[in-house]
Every structure is written in structure tokens, then in C-alpha cells.
């Protein structure tokens, strides 16, 4: 399976030689760092503020740990990103609870902070993330990386995909499930999780494929796969294989759709960069978000006319302003016909339209849809050592997706 082309993305924006290196060798390899937004402390604030590092922790795992060894429900704790598993990571969370006292957390996750605060944080609820990355790769690449950073920041930074975590690192099939949830084909979406038989070669996975026997399969799936048993769990109960996804958590559910979402924003993004043009470049029908010095979006749209084309223009060179495309909902609005033909094109080839995002038989996974920016750049490139780099970037923009453009991971 190609992990690129499951995630819809299949153009690269830099022409220059990328040196041959590897990622996430080991998670220390891999830190990233929170940039909070400001959080005013309150010795008798309504929530507790955690600061936990994590080693190869998933973010939503530690969420359950977390409240387990509390003994508070999962709803009580909040936090305002998610992060990569197979790294080291720095992150806040929140828990609505008057007890400060918090228990050892076991082997990979630390607690290196915690205070009161009235201000319950929220997914999003963050400036940006600061990386540390050691690339491994035998020679000396800092000259070939700053000159490809150079070459982004020339020409108005790298394609801002939505990165291969999103679709599942280990298993990239959660687009996949999205579309037949769109699709409304529950049985199917149930399966597809539980066992894809193009990339699952497991014997516990082929065997449900082919039997279909939830009690069974709960009797071979290992008890670390805690969603496939809550979804095998839910079918036992109910007798019905299409209401196992329905065993997950609703944020677990609509990731599904998300991942749908992000898959044809990535096929758009490409087709875009296929053009040739530079990542700072507007046209007329454009719509465009101003963006803050981590490039975050403020979701006010100004749409490029030819009465103010340059003047867009002019501000996009300067990274004020950058052009979005369309995330598919049910609310979609289209600036031009090309981009509406684009998206109403990819959705019709999986059979879908933009009033399939409104579910009505699961409501709460509906999506209204959203425009998301098409470039961005690093903050504060620097190569702070032997193959070893360091860099900031905005919420939800993935340092996947600048990797790609200056490395060429050895599965390239």
C-alpha cells in the first residue's frame, strides 16, 4: 500500500536533490514541543493543567490512561492537540477536577508541570509546535537542508498536506473508512477497520474476514488493540457488524470523516501544485485567510477579484494572506466554478455529493466543512547539529509534510 497515495498526496513542490536520510528511528529521534496559548494561573482554578512528556504514548491512549489512574471519567479530560506516537512530546492537559494530586503515570509519560487555571483548554487551543528532529543518514546533509529551506521560504514555503499520520501510520485506512461511512455503508466501514484484506496480513484479521464471528475474534485479537475489541465488543452486544463503530469514542468516529475530508483536500492541493506555480501565488476567484506569524488562519474570507488581485498578491509575498481550498461539507461554499468542479468531481468518483456529510442517521458525525491554507512556512529553521534540525510551525500543519520536501526517506 502507498501511504502518499492513500493520502491523496502525489505532487512535490521542490525541485531540488533531497539528501537520502530516515525519520523516527528511534522516538527521541522525533520531539515536538507545545507553544501554548497564554493559560492565567489560578491557585483556585476550576481545571488542573498538566504538562506531561510522552514517549511513544498516542495521544488519545494516554487520555484513557490518564483517566484511569484518576478515577474520573475520560469526558474530564481535554488537551489541545494531538501528536505523533513514535516521538517524544511535550503536552498540556486538562482535567476538571478539584483533586491537584496526581499519581505516578507509569513508564513514558512524565509530569514536568502542573497548575490551576480557569481556562479549559480545547483541541486547538495552541499557538503552534516546536520540532527537534534527528534525521539519520550517514553524511553531513546541513548545507542541502538549509539550501532546500531556503528554496521553500523563496518561493512561499511547502504545500501545507494534511501528513500520512492523519490517514494511520500503521494502518493508513482510515479515509477508507470515512468514504464508506459517506457511502452510508456501515457493515462495510465495520469491516474495512477490522481487517482490509490489500494490507492486513495478521491471521486473527484475515480469520474475522472471513468469519465474521465478533465473539470469536475477540478471543484472538490482542488486548492492546483496544478500539477493534470496543468495536468487536459493541457487535457481540448488538448482534449487528454495522453498529460496531459505534463502540468508539465520538471524536475516534469522526476521525473517519476527517480523514475523508483531508484525502480530497490533498488530491486538490496537488492538482494545484502540478500548475507550477510558486505556494504564494493567488488567482482571481481565489478565497483567502490572513494568517499570523505561525501562519495560523484567521478564518475570514477575502476572495481575489481583479480589482484587488495585486493587492492579494502583493500580501501573500509577504505572508499576511494565503489562499485556501475548500475542505468538502455539507456547507461548502465555492468561490469559482473551477473549484467547484474540482471538488464535486472527486466526490462524485466515490459516488458521494456534498449533502452525503450530512448524516442524519448519526447526526454527530455531520461536517459542515471548512477552507484550510495551502502553504506555510517553517519558524526559525536551523541545523542545530550533526543532521539534527530544529524548527516551530502553526497548529495543525504537519512537520511531515516540510520533511518530505528537503528529505528523501529511504522507502522514497
Same mark, same amino acid.
Given at each position: ?6 493520502? $491523496? ?21 522525533? /520531539? ?16 488542573? #493543567? ?20 484518576? $478515577? ?33 503515570? $507509569? ?12 481556562? /479549559? ?35 512561499? %514555503? ?72 470496543? #468495536? ?11 453498529? %460496531? ?39 482571481? %476567484? ?86 484550510? #491554507? ?19 510551525? $502553526? ?18
Amino acid at each position: 500500500m502507498n501511504i502518499e497515495h492513500e493520502a $491523496g498526496i502525489r505532487a512535490r513542490f521542490s525541485h531540488l536533490e533531497r539528501p537520502h536520510g530516515a525519520i523516527k528511528v528511534s522516538p527521541s529521534d522525533f /520531539m515536538v514541543s507545545e507553544i501554548p496559548e497564554e493559560l492565567p494561573r489560578r491557585n483556585d482554578g476550576k481545571f488542573l #493543567i498538566l504538562r506531561v512528556r510522552l514517549t511513544n504514548f498516542d495521544t488519545t491512549v494516554f487520555v484513557n490512561h490518564l483517566s484511569r489512574k484518576l $478515577g474520573i471519567s475520560r469526558k474530564r479530560v481535554t488537551f489541545s492537540g494531538t501528536k505523533d506516537k513514535r516521538a517524544v512530546t511535550e503536552q498540556y492537559f486538562c482535567l476538571n477536577t478539584q483533586n491537584s494530586d496526581v499519581p505516578n503515570l $507509569g513508564d513514558g509519560a512524565e509530569i514536568l508541570e502542573s497548575f490551576r487555571t480557569d481556562k /479549559m483548554l480545547r483541541l486547538g487551543d495552541l499557538l503552534g509546535n516546536r520540532f527537534s528532529i534527528r534525521i539519520s543518514t550517514e553524511a553531513d546533509q546541513g548545507e542541502a537542508l538549509n539550501k532546500s529551506v531556503r528554496f521553500l521560504l523563496d518561493h512561499g %514555503g511547502f504545500p501545507n498536506f494534511y501528513g500520512p499520520q492523519r490517514f494511520g501510520t500503521l494502518r493508513p485506512i482510515t479515509q477508507r473508512v470515512g468514504r464508506l461511512i459517506l457511502q452510508k455503508r456501515m457493515e462495510d466501514a465495520v469491516v474495512e477497520y477490522l481487517c482490509d484484506p490489500e494490507f492486513d496480513k495478521e491471521q486473527y484479521r484475515m480469520d474475522f474476514f472471513n468469519h465474521r464471528d465478533a465473539k470469536k475474534a475477540l478471543k484472538e485479537f490482542p488486548m492492546h488493540l483496544r478500539h477493534e475489541r470496543s #468495536i468487536l465488543g459493541k457487535i457481540a452486544e448488538t448482534g449487528k457488524i454495522s453498529e %460496531g463503530l459505534s463502540g468508539l469514542p465520538l471524536e475516534l468516529r469522526m476521525m473517519f470523516i476527517h480523514a475523508y475530508q483531508s484525502y480530497i483536500f490533498n488530491v486538490m492541493l496537488s492538482e494545484r501544485i502540478l500548475e507550477g506555480r510558486d505556494m504564494y501565488q493567488v488567482e482571481v %476567484g481565489d478565497v483567502c485567510y490572513s494568517v499570523d506569524g505561525y501562519f495560523n488562519a484567521e478564518k475570514v474570507p477575502v476572495e481575489v477579484t481583479n480589482f484587488n488581485f495585486q493587492k492579494i498578491l502583493d500580501l501573500s509575498r509577504s505572508d499576511k494572506i494565503r489562499a485556501t481550498i475548500p475542505i468538502a461539507g455539507y456547507e461548502t461554499r465555492f468561490a469559482s466554478d473551477r473549484e467547484k468542479n474540482a471538488t464535486l468531481d472527486l466526490l462524485e468518483s466515490d459516488g458521494l455529493s456534498l449533502q452525503d456529510f450530512k448524516l442524519r442517521d448519526d447526526r454527530d458525525l455531520s461536517s459542515k466543512g471548512e477552507r484550510r #491554507i495551502i502553504s506555510c512556512k517553517p519558524l526559525g529553521f536551523t541545523v542545530t547539529s550533526r543532521n539534527v534540525i530544529e524548527f516551530s510551525l $502553526g497548529k495543525g500543519i504537519y512537520a511531515t509534510s516540510l520533511l518530505r520536501e528537503i528529505i528523501r526517506e529511504n522507502s522514497d
